[in-house]
C-alpha cells in the first residue's frame, strides 16, 4: 500500500509563505501524476495544482501566480510553494498520487491557517 505523509502546515499570517512537502513510500516515478488539493471547512475538496511525470504543471485560477508546485523525483517527494497567503486559503491540504489506470492515493492532511 502506497503511503503518503503530508508536512509544512502551520498558521502562517495574510501575505506570507508556506512549503508543504509530501514524502511518498514508493517511486514517483511510477505515478501519471502528483496532485495537492485542499479542502475548507464546509466546503468541497477543490484541486489546487497537479505536476505530471514530465514536469508539467497546472493549478486552480485561485492559486495561479502564487502557488508552485515541484518534484524531487530523488527524495519520492512533491512540493507545494505557497506565497501570497490569502485567508481564503485557510484549509486542509492533501497530497495525492494518481496511477496510469487512475487509482489515486491521499495523504491525511495538513492543515494551513492564514489569519487576516
Known amino acids: 500500500q502506497v503511503q503518503l505523509v503530508e508536512s509544512g502546515g502551520g498558521l502562517v499570517q495574510a501575505g506570507g509563505s508556506l512549503r508543504l512537502s509530501c514524502a511518498v513510500s514508493d517511486s514517483i516515478t511510477r505515478f501519471n501524476g502528483m496532485g495537492w488539493s485542499r479542502q475548507a471547512p464546509g466546503k468541497e475538496r477543490e484541486l489546487v495544482a497537479l505536476i505530471g511525470r514530465s514536469g508539467s504543471t497546472n493549478y486552480a485560477d485561485s492559486v495561479k501566480g502564487r502557488f508552485t508546485i515541484s518534484r524531487d523525483d530523488a527524495k519520492n517527494t512533491v512540493y507545494l510553494q505557497m506565497n501570497s497567503l490569502k485567508p481564503e486559503d485557510t484549509a486542509v491540504y492533501y497530497c495525492?498520487?494518481?496511477?496510469?489506470?487512475?487509482?489515486?492515493?491521499w495523504g491525511q492532511g495538513t492543515p494551513v491557517t492564514v489569519s487576516s
Open positions: 495525492n498520487a494518481i496511477t496510469v489506470f487512475s487509482k489515486e492515493y
